[in-house]
């Protein structure tokens, strides 16, 4: 699987949009790029995950640039629920397994 | 839908002694599970796949008799930890990819384990 570079941390501010980046430069063609979060000491829970589009869902925007290179992870109006450790994993279908690199832990202040 | 339940969610047990972990898929099955460990502040590393009715497979680095892993049903993994000891604390996390793809990999709560 390909490597993911992400920021170790950052704060946001309650209500404001969080963007979190991520760099995928050795991304394959058939792997997906995958978010995931984990609040402390719970599983990780999916987020959202996309290929080459830009994907929206009830919880994030997932922008992929044109040579899916990088990826930013938007959460639109960030809690304080949205505190969290966010990793960025890049994968393929074809191969079960997840790799977690660090992650970026995401600090929401009032 | 697509829950995995993770069973127990903590347990603490003296040395030398064993420990069973489940992880159920309620809604979906699954022939492939996946077992995770994650040490304080550190991020999750994956031990071993395991498949339905075959043997798992380990990751480099993991002893197979010290987790003996059995995926006896399509909805039921565990991890057993054979003789345990304190350096085995940890937090023990399990995961699975329903079907259909949409929903990605569903993990479990997590079962925190300390050894004494």
């Known amino acids: 699987d390909a490597k993911t570079t992400q920021p170790t941390s950052m704060d946001c501010a309650e209500g404001r949009a969080a963007n979190l980046p991520c760099n995928h430069s050795?991304?394959?063609?058939?792997?997906?790029v995958y978010w995931y979060r984990q609040i402390h000491s719970q599983g990780p829970q999916y987020i959202i995950h996309?290929?080459?589009n830009n994907e929206t869902n009830e919880m994030a925007s997932l922008i992929i640039t044109e040579d899916r290179k990088s990826s930013t992870l938007i959460l639109p109006h960030a809690t304080l629920r949205d505190t969290a450790v966010y990793y960025c994993?890049?994968?393929?279908?074809?191969?079960?397994?997840?790799?977690f690199g660090a992650g970026t832990t995401v600090t929401v202040r009032a | 839908g697509a829950v995995v339940s993770q069973h127990p969610s903590r347990v603490i047990c003296k040395s030398g002694t064993s420990v069973k972990i489940e992880c159920r898929s309620l809604?979906?099955?699954?022939?492939?599970m996946f077992w995770y460990r994650q040490f304080p502040k550190q991020s999750l590393m994956l031990m071993a796949t395991?498949?339905?009715?075959?043997?798992?497979?380990?990751e480099q680095g993991v002893e197979k008799d010290k987790f003996l892993i059995n995926h006896a049903s399509l909805t039921l993994s565990t991890l057993t930890v054979t003789s345990a000891h304190p350096e085995d604390s940890s937090f023990y996390i399990c995961?699975?990819?329903?079907?259909?793809?949409?929903?990605?990999?569903?993990f479990g709560s997590g079962t925190r384990l300390t050894v004494v």
């Open positions: 809604d979906f099955q699954a022939t492939t």
């Open positions: 395991s498949n339905e009715g075959s043997k798992a497979t380990y």
């Open positions: 994993i890049v994968s393929s279908t074809g191969d079960y397994k997840l790799s």
């Open positions: 995961s699975a990819r329903p079907p259909g793809f949409i929903y990605g990999y569903t």
């Open positions: 050795t991304i394959s063609g058939n792997e997906y």
């Open positions: 996309g290929l080459k």
